[in-house]
């Protein structure tokens, strides 16, 4: 029996047993839970994949790598904004931001830089994306265009990396 099949099958035993005068509290509440079960929308195919960037990204920063039930729930929010945010629209994309976010964490100015957990990442996702792609103050901004700039310059005169003052052939 599927779950719409179960919560069809219990309306009209509800609807029943109110004729009989019997007592449906218990199964009111009953019915009630499964509605809300029905609901529920699966999470993203990449859930797992992204927890697991999530639980690997906090073990690089020293802490221990828990999620709990919120933090599961607040992925999901996470992966959902970001799949409605994304050009692409897609599962995979909104992974791929995820990723993104974790890898370029040191752009997201101190305040947002300590809010680790999923919940705070939740809740703050526009501010770190804006914080990430515009620096989180105006000379960490600044900083991002000169190294565009020198990118840019890299690439169209063919440079190699330098260090030191010593181009690297």
């Known amino acids: 029996m599927t779950l719409k099949e179960e919560i069809k099958w219990l309306d009209s035993y509800i609807k029943k047993m109110v004729k009989a005068g019997s007592e449906v509290v218990v199964l009111r509440s009953i019915q009630t839970r499964l509605k809300r079960l029905d609901k529920k929308e699966p999470p993203s195919p990449f859930h797992s994949q992204a927890i697991g960037l999530y639980k690997e990204w906090l073990r690089s920063q020293s802490l221990p790598d828990i999620v709990d039930a919120r ?50 990442i939740n809740e703050k996702l526009l501010e770190i994306i804006d914080k990430i792609r515009n620096g989180a103050n105006k000379q960490s901004s600044s900083n991002m265009e000169a190294v565009q700039v020198y990118d840019r310059l890299r690439n169209k005169y063919n440079y190699g990396d330098v260090k030191d003052g010593q181009m690297d052939t």
Request: net charge positive; charged share 35%; aromatic share 6%.
């Open 71 to 120: 933090g599961g729930n607040a992925m999901k929010e996470i992966l959902k904004k970001l799949k409605e945010a994304s050009n692409a629209r897609t599962d995979e994309a909104a992974l791929a931001s995820f990723a993104a976010i974790l890898k370029h964490w040191d752009k997201v100015g101190d305040y947002l830089a300590k809010k680790k957990s999923l919940t705070d």
